[in-house]
């Protein structure tokens, strides 16, 4: 028997209901090149958002469309964010640390029927578009119609002229919550990226649940300032959250640099970020460099991820500025959270290691999240702490497959999600992740944890990042091999140091067999640590290669 409860569809469009009736005079605040800050309402919002969807479906815009971004974290790009799934098209995001040549297949692949830019995407698109994009009808470039640049792009106009387009009357239609709402191609270690098609459904259900986490706090007196980009999965529904919960909600615009971030924080009295490890790492640095004092005493929550913050990192921002900071553990395909990190009541008299130990982990599942720890024969692991395997998940907002991708076979297993990490989950329920599949390292039949030895690596003070890789070795099949940025070049640890210092708490075998010191980790283009990278670099001229390319 079915309940009488209204079938009501979970939109995105039901969420800026709530936030233009609520907290219309709320603001959005975008850092502009200038210094300046360009600042508007959610009333405002969701008037242009009304508007520019109006324009889109004058444009030729149908349902199921594809319509790509190129843009930096800005209001403009969030106006993207409603109006596109308002008219039951797709919003793609597309990365733009990507190779030029990946950026072409995902826009090729994806099928855009439309390409919005930021001006300083507009050299990199119009080689796109030589090399063939045939599937785009339409270039609109991210700003007034004075400050168009010179293109070949064609036919093209700026946005302000496109929305300018549309009605200011047009009203949010209903239809089925599994309609796709956004698009998000992985970043691809290996082969090409995988397309990961979000509906409105999973996009609600992770806003609201994300808004649940009593550390984010997201409510309405907080001043949110996104900085996880917004072509990397939804912004991590950061934006969405802000705008559910009336939060102000701050971006810093094209092309910030360190100082930018420092600035915003103490100009606006910004209370909580999203970012990549890379950034509060970054913002460390500065700040401790600078010659002034930066009042950054407003920043109460720093949720770090795409790696696990270092916890000399974690330790800094609490002991200087009473903040608080987090991680979770996440993926593209689950929209993106997996694990959010918390300490439960129950555990907070344990020892003060312990707790570091449990905050160094990628924390508890995520509501209504599943996840289970599984060996290579599909045999479920127990929840002891120790059994190491494959991380499979479930939930109503991981993608069930990829877009148009055979690889879809062997991602999805007997209706689980295979993460393609490996880790280990505690008695309570914390998830260690351990590695990638690809990046774990086999030394003489026995596993080795490069992440585990990363995180004991930068809690030294003397280094600020570490990488550990695998090298073949003709004994042992593969060694581990340690990337050190230093914190001081002239003060570089030295490897006896690090061997000692890794010694207290590994067994000698685990231990890297080099200590290279390099100037900066290689990234991937979402922020991660790009071992691949490193170990092209040793197949191209040995281990002697990386420091040969990027040592100190």
């Known amino acids: 028997m079915d309940g009488l409860i209204m079938d009501e569809q979970l939109l995105l469009s039901s969420l800026l209901w709530r936030t233009e009736r609520l907290f219309a005079d709320k603001k959005i605040i975008t850092r502009l090149e200038t210094g300046k800050y360009h600042e508007y309402t959610y009333g405002d919002f969701a008037k242009r958002v009304r508007k520019l969807a109006s324009a889109l479906e004058k444009a030729g815009i149908k349902p199921g469309d594809r319509v790509g971004t190129l843009a930096w974290n800005h209001y403009r790009h969030f106006e993207l964010y409603y109006a596109i799934p308002s008219v039951e098209a797709v919003c793609h995001t597309i990365n ?33 578009a030589a090399d063939g994009i045939d599937t785009v009808r339409q270039y609109v470039v991210l700003c007034d119609a004075d400050e168009m640049p010179e293109t070949s792009l064609s036919p093209v106009m700026s946005y302000e002229e496109f929305i300018a387009t549309g009605d200011d009357d047009f009203e949010f239609r209903e239809f089925s919550e599994r309609t796709a709402a956004a698009m998000c191609y992985t970043s691809a270690t290996t082969g090409d990226p995988k397309g990961v098609l979000f509906t409105h459904r999973g996009i609600v259900l992770q806003t609201m649940l994300e808004t649940s986490h009593d550390k984010l706090g997201l409510s ?136 570091w130990q449990l905050r160094l982990t990628g924390g508890l599942p995520f509501p209504l999240m599943k996840v289970r720890i599984v060996d290579d024969e599909g045999n479920e692991l127990p929840w002891d702490g ?8 479930r939930s109503p907002y991981t993608a069930s497959g990829y877009y148009n991708d055979e690889r879809t076979k062997d991602a999805i297993i007997d209706g689980w999600l295979n993460t393609g990490d490996i880790g280990a989950i505690t008695p309570e329920g914390f998830v260690m992740l351990k590695d990638r599949q690809k990046d774990l390292i086999k030394s003489g039949g026995e596993w080795i944890s490069s992440i585990d030895l990363e995180n004991a690596l930068m809690s030294h003070p003397k280094v600020r990042e570490a ?28 490897e006896d140091e690090l061997r000692e210092f890794l010694g207290k708490d590994f067994a000698k075998w685990w231990l890297p067999d080099r200590y290279l010191t390099v100037t900066e980790v290689p990234k991937t283009s979402v922020g991660k640590y790009d071992k691949k990278r490193l170990r092209g670099m040793v197949a191209e001229g040995g281990i002697d290669n990386v420091t040969a390319t990027i040592g100190v």
Request: with cysteine.
């Open 96 to 128: 733009m640390r990507l190779f030029p040549e990946q950026q072409r297949y995902i826009v090729n692949h994806a099928e855009d029927v439309m390409l919005f830019l930021d001006a300083d995407q507009v050299p990199n698109v119009e080689a796109m």
């Open 220 to 355: 309405e007196n907080q001043v949110w300032l996104e900085v996880a980009p917004m072509f990397h999965c939804n912004g991590w529904n950061l934006p969405h959250a802000c705008l559910m919960q009336g939060a102000t909600l701050v971006f810093l615009g094209v092309h910030p640099t360190d100082i930018d971030y420092v600035q915003t924080i103490e100009d606006l009295k910004v209370t909580g970020i999203n970012a990549a490890v890379t950034v509060g790492n970054m913002i460390r640095d500065f700040v401790v460099a600078s010659d002034r004092e930066w009042d950054l005493n407003s920043l109460e929550t720093l949720w770090l991820g795409g790696s696990a913050p270092p916890r000399a990192v974690m330790d800094w921002f609490e002991q200087t500025y009473g903040t608080w900071v987090l991680q979770g553990y996440g993926h593209t395909e689950s929209s993106p959270q997996i694990c959010f990190n918390y300490l439960k009541t129950t555990l907070q008299d344990e020892d003060p290691e312990r707790i």
């Open 386 to 393: 120790e059994s190491m395997g494959n991380i499979h998940v």
């Open 467 to 494: 990488s550990v890789f695998a090298v073949p070795d003709e004994k042992w099949n593969e060694r581990p091999v340690a990337a050190v940025v230093p914190v001081d070049s002239a003060d570089a640890p030295g």
